[in-house]
């Protein structure tokens, strides 16, 4: 199947992890900014556009079904290059590899190795345009406690206790203060009193935003890319559940 042109716009689908960046980065040429996606929305947009780009980013999954695997291959199937980094879209990549969905950035790289479970990207946020962050997702907190350990606060053995803590609450609980209290409990007093000194730089440390900072940056949908082949999948028990061949079955 040919490729879509490269002066394709890019659909990017994104929202709290969008929060902090420059506008002239966002609303660059090239670039249709979405809200995040739910269930419908990429089958909506490839019935009523011609094959282009789209890069998965945000996505909301607690009040309304999430986007599904089942719309994602078929965005594939009708000929759209289909990204996916940041949050959900590193998520969805992460699973969908396999069948022609590419992933970008660290966050990708990060569940695509360690399995690590949904909630890993998962965060509460205030409504649009910010979607301003309410809580933090727990592979930001990752990068920050690493910060911590590199600043002499914590040390490995405590910033994998603090971050243990973290991952058994449920991701709306994962909070700042959550965060000062974990170092608390784990590492003492004085070591909450510096981490909670650090928090100013939190923001800049937040690996999903980074990953979106780069790829609107790089602006790697305007490059040539190759055509991939990937098997049909076929539905299975639900909506936004398939039935996968692996590529090397076909």
């Known amino acids: 199947m040919t490729p879509p042109p490269g002066d394709a716009p ?18 660059q040429d090239g670039v249709q900014l979405r ?3 739910r269930r419908g929305h990429i089958h909506a947009l490839i019935a009523g556009e011609p094959p282009g780009h789209i890069a998965l980013v945000d996505g909301r999954y607690d009040d309304v079904p ?9 965005a594939l199937a009708a000929g759209w290059t289909v990204t996916g980094l940041g949050s959900i ?14 992933g970008y950035g660290q966050v990708f790289t990060h569940l695509l190795t360690t399995e690590a479970p949904d909630d890993e990207v998962a965060l509460l946020h205030g409504p649009a345009p910010a979607y301003r962050p309410i809580t933090e997702a727990l592979v930001d907190l990752r990068a920050f406690a690493e910060h ?5 606060v914590l040390d490995q053995d405590q910033a994998a206790a603090t971050i243990s803590l973290l991952t058994s609450r449920w991701f709306g609980d994962r909070s700042q203060p959550a965060f000062i209290d974990a170092v608390r409990t784990t590492a003492g007093a004085a070591a909450a009193a510096a981490a909670r000194a650090h928090l100013p730089r939190l923001p800049t440390l937040r690996v999903k935003t980074q990953d979106l900072r780069d790829y609107l940056t790089e ?6 890319s190759k055509p991939s082949r990937s098997c049909p999948p076929t539905a299975a028990a639900g909506p936004s559940s398939t039935t996968l061949t692996p590529r090397s079955a076909c």
């Open 10 to 27: 890019v659909q990017l689908y994104v929202g709290p992890t969008g929060h902090g960046l420059p506008a002239e980065l966002l609303h």
């Open 148 to 152: 911590l350990t590199q600043a002499g």
């Open 66 to 74: 999430a986007v599904g695997h089942r719309e994602l291959l078929d």
């Open 219 to 224: 602006r790697p949908w305007t490059q040539p």
């Open 89 to 102: 879209g590193a998520l969805r990549a992460a699973e969908l590899r396999p069948y022609g969905m590419t």
């Open 35 to 37: 809200p995040p996606a």
